[in-house]
């Protein structure tokens, strides 16, 4: 009954997992468009991603569900402390 009341939210929520490669830039752009269409990123990335100095926490914290780096993550102390929790 619950998830009728919500359905529309929650037929809206897309949760997507990524695996990348070399370098993944992550910008506010990109990461607007997802919480627009409601999609979290589950993301992987062997070697550097990068999330942009445009990202705001709250915009990081709405789409990025997770973040797995094998290499290197670039993102400012703010995005690193408000993801803190999320990345693996």
């Given at each position: 009954k619950q998830l009728d009341t919500h359905g529309e939210a929650v037929d809206r929520?897309?949760?997507?997992?990524?695996?990348?490669?070399?370098?993944?830039?992550?910008?506010?752009?990109?990461?607007?468009?997802?919480?627009?269409?409601?999609?979290?990123?589950?993301?992987?990335?062997?070697?550097l991603a990068r999330i942009g100095s445009d990202v705001t926490p709250d915009l990081a914290r709405a789409t990025i569900g997770s973040i797995t780096v094998l290499g290197s993550l670039q993102a400012s102390a703010d995005i690193k402390k408000a993801l803190a929790d999320r990345i693996l």
């Open positions: 929520s897309i949760e997507r997992h990524t695996m990348e490669l070399g370098l993944r830039d992550f910008g506010r752009t990109e990461l607007e468009q997802l919480r627009a269409a409601g999609e979290v990123l589950h993301i992987k990335v062997v070697g």
